[in-house]
Structure formats: C-alpha cells, structure tokens
C-alpha cells in the first residue's frame, strides 16, 4: 500500500485518500515526509517545512487551488508513473 502524507491543514483531501485506500500520515514537520511515495502541501508551507529538500524521495503535489478529487487523481497519476 502507498504511504501518502498529507500536510495536517488539508484533512479533506486526507479523508478523501484514506477512502480511497491510502495510508495516509499527516505530515506536521520534515521528519513525517520521510518514507513516503507522495506527500500533498499547501504550496506555501512546501519550503517552509523542507519538504522541497532533494534527500526526501516522495513526489510533491502541491494542493492549492485543486479540489480533493482533484489531489486524489493527481497522487494516482504520480504514483502510477512511479511503478
């Protein structure tokens, strides 16, 4: 299973992945985006808590403006490219 981590502001789209079967850690500092395959932020907070930093290896949506079904899709995709 997928390990998303989804900053901790955006709890829809953390409601929404979880339902679609993600494990879904909420991501509060640097250290909760290691070990993921996507983390979703804000956009604002991408830099501000390091998770724009080369050594975390997880794909980084950036969820602003984007509706939850919208992330959702954007995860797949990414996910998917991954495999």
Known sequence: MSRIGV???LTNIQEA??????????IKQEVDAKNLDCCVVTGME?????I??????A??????????D?????VEDKLNAIQ
């Open 7 to 9: 900053e901790e502001s």
């Open 17 to 26: 992945l979880r339902e679609k079967g993600f494990d879904v850690v909420e």
């Open 46 to 50: 991408s830099n501000v808590m390091g």
């Open 52 to 57: 724009s930093d080369p050594s975390i290896k």
């Open 59 to 68: 794909s980084i949506i950036d969820a602003n403006g984007l509706t939850a």
């Open 70 to 74: 919208e992330v959702c899709n954007k």
